[in-house]
């Protein structure tokens, strides 16, 4: 550390006559206000906008010297227990934005005279400051080889990492921000980016850290160089338009000259569908912020920044700092102390500033926060560093760690401000209504801003208020009279693409819509004839609750037709679907679901028809008494249809179906899109999709077998109304169906949406009309027939059995006579004719007639009574 003498003539420090030995530090406050005249604002304006950020420093320095708690709480236990002994003393020099002065003002402050006479002390100096990067790197080389350690609150170049050895500051550098901003366009859904930056080492390097996220986060960016004293608005311009990007990150000092260049190229505002974020402009959102109206640059201006983002820090207000700067504001003895620390002395624009200065109202700004923060970090690690050299008092400051009034204050091993501790937000700004009138000389545009989003880290982002994109004027573009339009539909990354999205036709949907229409309205048509006309013999013995099974399996079937439709995409392609993602997945799932328990359903009414038909022809030839009900034969659909309920839940929960477009073929477009692709259904996993619907298909293949089997069994069974050989036309066309329309799908693949669906939908169909019309036209052709009458029979009635072995029209045998019976619905009896045996179903039985002229209650429906042989 260099050592000086005692401060000079100007200087007030309380350190500059400290006694020999005891320990001190000289804060020499470099943080820059102004840079001259600019568009005829004087030197004391400029140094009023940021007076209370210098202020700041001064006031930690303050309460440092004074062990003052009432911003910091625990700070006068640490300093006494630390450093009881510790002096600190302040001096502000202006660098005026500069380079040359900031080495100036730094060689000046080394080599006054500051070693008393009297005394002979010695003293250690720290630098604070300066706000821009390009400042603070030749400044920090300089200071490093001066063995001082210098603290930064603004300057957040990424080159400053490797520049300066002793360098710190208590804000991120570049790759903070770059991180914030690069995770909102990621939740934005943002996925190509065009970066435009200034052509020095702050922007270089920022726009490094932009690539480097941008590469982790799957963002495509298109890096522009931005020579902002050179003029080379057009350069930047053409390569933005030609790159076709809608978002723009810009990291400029100098942006308005580019802003208007763009608003007359529409490639900025409402008529241009991009929207721009601009780092590190948080003054764009203070309300005092304007632009007067008499300007025609101000305009184009106002409405290049309408309806633009902003990506700064965030510090929440810190109530105990913000207001002892304002009780700094309003006390003038402080202030004047604080005006005795600014040597002027080589500065004579500034000295003549300053004389009778008042000081304006106190106005908040984050660096003011960082700038205390800075200087208590520094006054911390000094009382805790016991050497003068500037290695040990920058270790010391990386291993500081405090809660300051910007948050939690940490370092990383080269200086930074840990990222995670600091927080960054999105601000939207907008024009204020109503536009002012132009043609009066005081009229001005004003400005609102909200705050939309708040980041904290690369994926902790809260959404505080949502953020309103400039929309297109509704008249010229460069006319004063145009209304401003908003939206909140953020516009699309890229231009829309012009691409074959294969979609289904209205011909193909129609067709399709039609035949799944036809097969509902015959099924429920059957269903409700079949409710309706349940007492008549032709209903009644084929067992209706296995008719209405068979309707709703194929009602089912057809609804599959609705959803299969929309696995194609949407008509609006991408953009639409994107916003129907949901209910296209569900589309996709929702088809297997009504595909698969349709068909089950279907199939297992079959079977179980023909093999109550089986079982009781069976039982008949052996001469045994046998009885099958309705919940005997319902074991098939019970069976199937559980373990195809399981095996699609499973589907459902560990790798359902979701929609997605499959690009066709290799022709992309100049954003590297694909120009044509189809929609379809995949899995998430392709294997574990494969481990449920295999077995699902093999259980459904084994129960059409048994189902084939069985009414191929039952074909010539002579049955009332022939339905043994209706069933087996029924099973037989079924499987026909299944094994031409099968292959002819299995190779179409999906590729071809409409060939695909028209295929599929015919095919679905198809099998449904198999089931239904062979089982139905019969019926209703035969609905009126009666049942016949004047046949033997073998029953049970009531709880008595009756049995005749031979019961003959012609029969003498009074015990046995035809006339002591009577004909009753439900019964089911083995019939011998001719030689020839056949099976009553559920025709008609006979019961002994009572004397009393007493009829028994009729068997439940399907109820199979004491089956005997006997001629009629």
Known sequence: MVYQGSHDDHSTSPAANASFGRPALHLLNLVGTTNGVVEGTTRRRLFERLIYSIASPFLAYKHLQERNGSVLNNLPALLLEACPDMEWSFEWRDTRFSESVALQQLIQATSSSTTSSSSGSKRRMAVVGDFPSRVTIPLSIVSSALDMVQISGSA?????????????????????QAQAAIAYFQQSKVTHLVHIFVKDPYGIHMNVAVQNLCRQAGIRLRSIPYHDEHGDEDAVLNDLEQSGYRYVYATLFHEEDLMVAAWDRQLIGGDSGRVWFLSEKLWLTNPTYSLSASSKRNYKLARAIHGIGLVNLHFPSHERLDQALKDFANNTALQQEFLATINSHDDPELAEALVNYTFPPFHHHWNQYLYWDAVMALGIASCRSNTTTGAVLHQQLLDTQFMGASGPVSFDAFGNRRIDTVQYRIDNILLRHPLPDNSTTDAVYKFQSHLTNVVYGPTNISNITPFVFAAAVATDHNSSSSLLTTTMIPPLPLPPLDAEWNVLPAAAK???????????????????????????????????????????????????????????????GPAQEKDYQQWLNAACMSTLWLLFLGFVIATSALMSKSWRLNRILNSGMAMRRIQVQAQDAIWPFCVFMTINVTLLLGMTVVSPLRFERVPIGSHKDAFDRHVESYGTCVAQDRSKLYGFLIPMLLVDLCGLIAATYQSFRARNLPTMYSESSYLAVSMISLVETLAIGGPILFALDGTNPTAFYVASTTVLCITCFTILLPVFLPKFWMRNMAAPRGMGASFVASSRRFSCPAINTHSKDSSCRLDDYELRPGMLAIVRRDNRTTMETSSMGFSKRSSRRFRPPPQPLGEVNELREFEA
């Open 156 to 176: 957040s170049s990424a080159q400053l990492d490797y520049t300066s050895p002793f360098f710190a500051r208590t804000i991120p550098n570049d790759s903070g």
């Open 510 to 572: 129609g067709a399709g819509y039609g035949l799944g229409i036809v097969v509902l309205l015959m099924s429920l048509g059957f269903m409700g004839w079949t409710l309706t006309k349940r007492t008549i013999a032709v209903i009644s013995l084929s067992q209706p609750i296995f008719l209405v099974q068979l309707c709703v399996g194929t009602t089912l079937m057809a609804l599959a037709v609705f959803p299969m439709s929309l696995q194609s995409g949407l008509d609006g």
